[in-house]
T-cell receptor, first 113, second 116 residues
Framework: QKEVEQDPGPLSVPEGAIVSLNCTYS??????FMWYRQYSRKGPELLMY????GNKEDGRFTAQVDKSSKYISLFIRDSQPSDSATYLC?????????????FGQGTRLTINP | GAGVSQSPRYKVAKRGQDVALRCDPI?????LFWYQQALGQGPEFLTY????????KSGLPSDRFFAERPEGSVSTLKIQRTQQEDSAVYLC??????????????FGPGTRLTVT
């Protein structure tokens, strides 16, 4: 079993819909939780960065972390075709002053105009 | 300012050849990471540098893989005697790290390696 599980999709929704993306994990030591967006043939782009449990909002994006359930979510409101990409969750602890990120498989999302 | 840059963007190697992949991190970033991303998968950790010191190389898949960062800035990932299973995108990331308390990692565009 992988440390971080993420449904690879693909997920296809109409423009304007609310999108929910999720990951589960098994390592209770994880303290830092991230969401990256990756367009085709590009590097991952950091979207959201959170520490421990709770919610964080940034524009149309909301990240939620539930450490008791080992479950994290990313919500995208008013989805746009430009949001079509692969979304990767990642998590880590801090060891020797750095984070060794453990990624999910990525969910491929398409927003249809 | 400039982000993380990597070169070459694409590399085709014949099985058995050696390759060298370069990463230029964001200026001033102390920490540098290499990840390997297979098709349809998330990136997997290979190795980590703090300045010129390689502090973790636990993810390197074999002794054919070697990374260095001699002056604490540019890094090179070298793969000797390439095999077909080495075909992947190799991603470099950097973060301010160190004593800054800022650990967010910023990724380069990657080098797509194809071994034929």
């Amino acid at each position: 079993q992988k440390e971080v599980e993420q449904d690879p999709g693909p997920l296809s929704v109409p423009e304007g819909a609310i999108v929910s993306l999720n990951c589960t994990y098994s390592n209770s030591a994880f303290q830092y939780f991230m969401w990256y967006r990756q367009y085709s043939r590009k590097g991952p782009e950091l979207l959201m960065y959170t520490y421990s449990s709770g919610n964080k909002e940034d524009g149309r994006f909301t990240a939620q972390v539930d450490k008791s359930s080992k479950y994290i979510s990313l919500f995208i409101r008013d989805s746009q075709p430009s949001d079509s990409a692969t979304y990767l969750c990642a998590m880590s602890t801090i060891i020797q002053g750095a984070q060794k990120l453990v990624f999910g498989q990525g969910t491929r999302l398409t927003i249809n105009p | 300012g400039a982000g993380v840059s990597q070169s070459p963007r694409y590399k085709v190697a014949k099985r058995g050849q050696d390759v060298a992949l370069r990463c230029d991190p964001i200026s001033g970033h102390v920490s540098l990471f290499w990840y390997q991303q297979a098709l349809g998968q998330g990136p997997e950790f290979l190795t980590y540098f703090q300045n010129e010191a390689q502090l973790d190389k636990s993810g390197l898949p074999s002794d054919r893989f070697f990374a260095e960062r001699p002056e604490g800035s540019v890094s090179t990932l070298k793969i000797q005697r390439t095999q077909q299973e080495d075909s992947a995108v190799y991603l470099c990331a950097s973060s301010l790290g160190g004593t800054s308390g800022l650990y967010e990692q910023y990724f380069g565009p990657g080098t797509r390696l194809t071994v034929t």
